[in-house]
């Protein structure tokens, strides 16, 4: 077992504060995970769960999934990196939790990679905030976007129909919490059921349009995926055309509407000519 970081021991005795007094009724976190090298969420509950919590760059979930599946529990203490607050930020928006029941603890991510890795929302701040990344120019998506349309479609094809419609995707997703998500629906059945490439297809179009101006991101759900789809192409593509339409970058500022629900008379439209 590593010894715990600095900002490790902030946080589990910042929890373990939080749990005596009973200011929370849970924190949730990270612990690590059964296998070497990964890492679960975990909601402690007692002053003794404290001590496992932890914050690495394996922490591969984002946190802000299961907010809305607590709500019942009471107020929570939730860790928030730069993307999970997005997230929540997100879910506020969209009254799936209440801000007034959230204590935010935010920390920089461990994760360099993300573009944003200091929380934008929280109610205290631990450990020291990383450096501003470099402005995104989505020069992945760039280069995607020269090739011919017929060899983007093929190599979409074919990512596409590698998926096995475990859905680990979608469950871990902020974004996916309706009740009954249209690829379960049974009356009617949007999407066929069985890994099908026009299927697999439908579910991941309808997916990415449900994104739209709410993915931040995270890289959660292409992590979570056991046959390494390469899912981000997809929603970097989404969000780079929200960003180029709307000027938004979801999750970064708490006042803005969410992009796809606000009509602005200065929106671009000039495809629907
Ligand atoms: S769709 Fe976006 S917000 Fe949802 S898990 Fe994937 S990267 Fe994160
Ligand atoms: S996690 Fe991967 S295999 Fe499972 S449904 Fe999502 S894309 Fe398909």
Not at 65 to 76: E, S, T, V
Not at 127 to 148: H, N, T, V, W
Not at 200 to 215: Q, S, T, W
Not at 235 to 261: C, E, H, M, Q, Y
């Amino acid at each position: 077992m590593p010894r715990p970081t600095a900002v490790e021991q902030q946080l589990r005795a910042r929890a373990r504060e939080l749990l005596e007094k009973r200011e929370v009724a849970g924190v949730l976190g990270f612990r690590a995970g059964t296998l070497p090298g990964t890492c679960v969420p975990f909601l402690a509950t007692e002053p003794g769960d404290a001590d496992r919590l932890v914050l690495n760059r394996d922490c591969a979930a984002n946190l802000a999934a299961w907010l809305p599946r607590l709500r019942h529990r009471g107020r929570i203490a939730v860790v928030a990196r730069g993307p999970d607050s997005r997230s929540i930020v997100n879910l506020v928006k969209e009254n799936q939790v209440e801000r007034d029941r959230l204590h935010i603890i935010g920390v920089a991510d461990p994760d360099d990679t993300q573009p944003v890795r200091n929380p934008v929302v929280f109610d205290e701040f631990l450990g020291e905030r990383a450096p501003d990344s470099p402005p995104d120019d989505y020069a992945d998506i760039r280069e995607f976007e020269a090739l011919p349309p017929a060899e983007r479609w093929q190599a979409l094809l074919d990512e596409l129909s590698r998926c096995i419609r475990c859905y680990a995707c979608r469950q871990v997703c902020p974004n996916c919490y309706c009740p009954t998500c249209f690829v379960d629906a049974s009356r009617p059945a949007w999407v066929g059921r069985t890994p099908d490439p026009s299927d697999n297809v439908l579910f991941h179009m309808v997916r990415a349009i449900h994104m739209a101006g709410r993915c931040v991101e995270c890289g959660a759900c292409a992590k979570a995926c056991p046959i390494g789809i390469p899912l981000m192409i997809i929603n970097r593509k989404v969000s780079l055309i929200v960003r180029d339409r709307f000027g938004s970058v979801p999750g970064t500022d708490p006042d803005a509407p969410l992009p796809l629900t606000a009509f602005d008379s200065e929106d671009r439209e000039e495809f629907i000519r």
